[in-house]
């Protein structure tokens, strides 16, 4: 047997599905959290950070990809399974961060930093604390989810603590339209999906915002089933806004008590 086909064997393997705060939930949300010193340390190029960051977070989803699609049960069978196309919300940083690795310095590069350093970092935070659904009982997709989601919260720190993204309100502003046109993109696939007639057979409902989907999105979820869709997406967007907001309001608190602690 090759070597690649003993790994992917292994990553196909079964595990007991990690509980929320269970070792395996605990362990990766610190790794996370450790990442941060070396990278601040030592990683003096955010934008080789972003680059390599996304690389492989792509090459994990290229791997979950292949793993939800493909059944080696009896023989090999494959069948794409829609629901985990990958353009949720913690999907963007995957694409905004291999955009940002390669455009030059500018507006258009500061707005994918900024877009990182809020949004992603919010929606990195939201399931490394919460990880309510993200476990499963196959050991290379939670591998996956861990790696993919505790990035956003190593890469937007990072970015953060070094100076490189500034905790200051302008940075929201330079942040909202990328996150515009990553929803944008979302709820149109969402109503091609529909008009498609693909709903009919399968789950599809990128960024959990589609009116023709059962609500599943935590908190999100409540104010679908009590507001007419249209202004549901308004206050999708603000909620995230000032979540991304208040991101910023404590990295700007974080990084001024960091300075009173140093040594004159």
């Known amino acids: 047997m090759l070597f690649w086909q003993s790994v992917l064997r292994f990553l196909d393997a079964s ?31 955010p934008q080789k950070v972003i680059w390599f960051t996304a690389v492989a977070v792509t090459l994990l989803e290229v791997y979950k990809q292949i793993n939800y699609s493909f059944s080696y049960t009896e023989g090999i069978s494959f069948d794409y399974q829609w629901y985990a196309f990958p353009f949720q919300f913690c999907s963007t ?3 905004v961060g291999l955009l940002a690795g390669l455009v030059k310095p500018g507006k258009l590069r500061d707005s994918l930093w900024a877009y990182l350093a809020t949004y992603a970092l919010f929606a990195g935070l939201s399931v490394m604390v919460y990880p309510v659904s993200v476990f499963i009982s196959t050991i290379g997709v939670n591998l996956q989810t861990m790696i993919c989601h505790g990035s956003m919260i190593t890469v937007g720190v990072y970015l953060l603590c070094t100076g490189a993204v500034k905790p200051e309100w302008k940075t929201l502003w330079k942040a ?3 996150f515009g046109v990553c929803l944008v993109l979302a709820v149109g696939m969402n109503e091609v999906a529909h008009a498609t007639g693909l709903l009919e057979r399968e789950t599809f409902n990128m960024f959990f915002v589609s009116p023709y989907c059962e609500p599943s999105l935590p908190v999100y979820s409540l104010v679908q089933g009590a507001v007419a869709y249209p202004w549901c997406l308004v206050i999708y967007i603000l909620g995230f806004t000032a979540a991304a907001g208040l991101v910023l309001l404590a990295a700007k608190g974080a990084l001024k008590l960091t300075k009173r602690l140093q040594p004159v």
């Not at 007991?16 to 269970?22: H, K, L």
């Open 176 to 178: 909202v339209p990328v």
């Open 15 to 45: 595990m007991e599905t990690p509980e929320p705060y269970g070792w395996f939930h605990l362990a990766w949300l610190a790794l996370s959290v450790l990442a941060i010193v070396p990278l601040k340390k030592w990683a003096k190029n």
């Open 93 to 95: 940083p995957m694409y």
